[in-house]
């Protein structure tokens, strides 16, 4: 499995199947897999954040009555 790893020094790319000890081997593949699921996950939860603040946005903009106005700043503040 190729790997890119991007740190503050660059980019270095590995090749897992390449790494001759067998339980580094397997540990480099299950945390590949991890890391692919948390960046899945975080996709979705951004996508969600997003729907949700849109949804909320529309209810509170179709309910005028909802709307708080900012008081108004006397001249001696």
Same mark, same amino acid.
């Given at each position: 499995m190729l790997v890119k790893i991007e740190t503050k020094e660059?980019?270095?790319q590995h090749d897992t199947n390449a790494i001759k000890n067998a339980d580094a081997r =397997?540990?480099?593949? $299950? =945390?590949?897999?991890? $890391?692919?699921?948390l960046e899945i996950l975080r996709e979705a939860l951004q996508i969600a954040n997003v729907v949700h603040r849109k949804s909320l946005e529309d209810i509170c903009a179709s309910a005028p009555e909802s709307l708080i106005e900012a008081p108004e700043q006397s001249e001696e503040e």
């Open positions: 660059g980019t270095t =397997l540990s480099a593949e $299950v =945390l590949v897999r991890k $890391v692919s699921t």
